[in-house]
């Protein structure tokens, strides 16, 4: 015998609103995954940008403090030195790249950043002090700035990282 009013399962309502709620959550955990897999591509990239950035600044920092002069009349892009042995040297920025030039125009080039790096702002890396220059006397200090980013990469997944630093020269 059926009692009657005693209900046995889940009605159409009540299970449309438990299939309602799980969606909801589905999607904002899957949405929370994808901005935490994505945050973690970013800051995998910075790191890769920033250490390249800081390679070729503390190259340049070390040849730079070791040379005996520095061409005042370096083209933009381009920073020209000689160094303690009388050797011709550059660093050139050019291809979105920055790199070690080991004698005159035309002379092989070092990269000192890998090739999934590019650098932005390759005709403003390089301020000399002008004023030393002009008034016949070496040159005294350089200022780098480097901006760059990683290559290839969609812009959601990109940074940019700008990192500049003042070179003290030696003074002969």
Do not use: H
């Not at 005693?6 to 969606?23: A, Q």
């Not at 250490?51 to 070791?66: D, F, G, H």
């Not at 370096?74 to 790199?99: I, M």
């Amino acid at each position: 015998m059926r009692r009657k009013g005693l209900k046995k399962g889940f009605s159409l309502v009540e299970m449309l609103v438990v299939l309602l709620i799980f969606s909801i959550v589905g999607v904002i955990v899957g949405r929370s995954l994808a901005f935490s897999l994505r945050s973690s591509k970013k800051s995998e990239n910075a790191s890769v940008v920033k250490e390249n950035v800081e390679y070729a600044l503390a190259t340049m920092e070390r040849l730079l403090r070791n040379a005996k002069s520095i061409d005042c009349q370096s083209p933009s892009g381009e920073l020209r030195y000689v160094d303690n042995d009388d050797n011709n040297k550059a660093f050139v920025c050019q291809r979105e790249k920055l790199s070690l030039r080991l004698g005159e125009v035309g002379s092989p080039l070092v990269d000192l950043t890998s090739s999934d790096v590019e650098i932005l702002n390759c005709f403003s890396v390089f301020e000399i002090d002008y004023s030393s220059c002009e008034s016949g006397g070496p040159a005294r200090w350089v200022n780098i700035t480097i901006k760059a980013s990683r290559k290839d990469v969609p812009q959601t997944e990109n940074v940019q990282i700008e990192m500049k630093t003042r070179i003290l020269l030696r003074n002969y």
